[in-house]
């Protein structure tokens, strides 16, 4: 999988919205733009994702920018429950792309 | 419809003995796959495989490590001889058939926590 970056660690309150952004400058046209999210002592779970519109779900929305350099994961209104390690990552298309290539992530801390 | 279902939730060994965890997907899923995140560390890859066959084992350990999943029963990932290195926590996670990957996603389950004593 192509390769992102996204800062190690973000904080926010409990009921704002959160932003979490991630760049992929190295993105191909047919790279889809995935992201899970790990919450402590738990296996990941799958957030969204998204190819070069704006898509919303229940949890969160993702905003992808027109250059599909970077994106930002929106989460509108974070609860405790949503402290967790955010990862983004990008699928190939072809090749091996059934496996996910998971980096460092986001740890999302969220404050009382 | 039951998510995937690992077990066990922890699996205590001594160095030397050996360590089988298991892995059932969800209802459907023929694509089974094992990541090992260790302390402090990410997901890793470890192997892809379908119903009686190992597609991709690029990131399994070249020794004591193996993985099957048979046509009946659950996806086992096997430990020989383990040593205090592979205290881990160990993914499983299960797709559908699909013809389009990048548009696919992965289903994991809770982990088996494996300590080495």
């Keep these: 999988d192509a390769k992102t970056t996204q800062p190690n660690s973000m904080e926010s309150n409990e009921e704002e919205p959160v932003h979490l952004p991630c760049n992929h400058s190295t993105i191909s046209g047919t790279d889809y733009i995935h992201w899970y999210r790990q919450l402590p002592s ?20 993702l905003a992808i920018a027109e250059d599909r350099k970077s994106s930002t994961l929106i989460l509108h209104r ?18 091996s792309n059934y496996k996910l290539t998971f ?7 969220v404050n009382p | 419809n039951a998510g995937v279902m690992q077990n066990p939730r922890h699996l205590v060994r001594r160095r030397g003995q050996e360590a089988r965890l298991r892995c059932s997907p969800m209802k459907g899923h023929s694509h089974v796959y094992w990541y090992r995140q260790l302390p402090e560390e990410g997901l890793k890859f470890m192997v892809y495989l379908q119903k009686e066959n190992i597609i991709d084992e690029s990131g399994m350990p070249k020794e004591r490590f ?52």
Aim: hydrophobic share 35%; aromatic share 10%.
């Design chain 2, 66 to 117: 193996s993985a099957e999943f048979p046509k009946e029963g659950p996806s086992i990932l096997r430990i020989q001889q383990v040593v205090r290195g592979d205290s881990a926590a160990y993914f499983c996670a299960s797709s559908p058939p699909s013809s389009g990957w990048s548009n696919e996603k992965l289903f994991f389950g809770s982990g088996t926590q494996l300590s080495v004593l």
């Design chain 1, 78 to 95: 974070a609860t405790l429950r949503d402290a967790a390690v955010y990862y983004c990552i990008l699928r190939e298309s072809g090749g």
């Design chain 1, 42 to 61: 738990q296996g990941p779970e799958y957030v969204i994702h998204g190819l070069t519109s704006n898509v919303n779900n229940r949890m969160a929305s």
């Design chain 1, 103 to 109: 980096g460092k992530g986001t740890l999302l801390t």
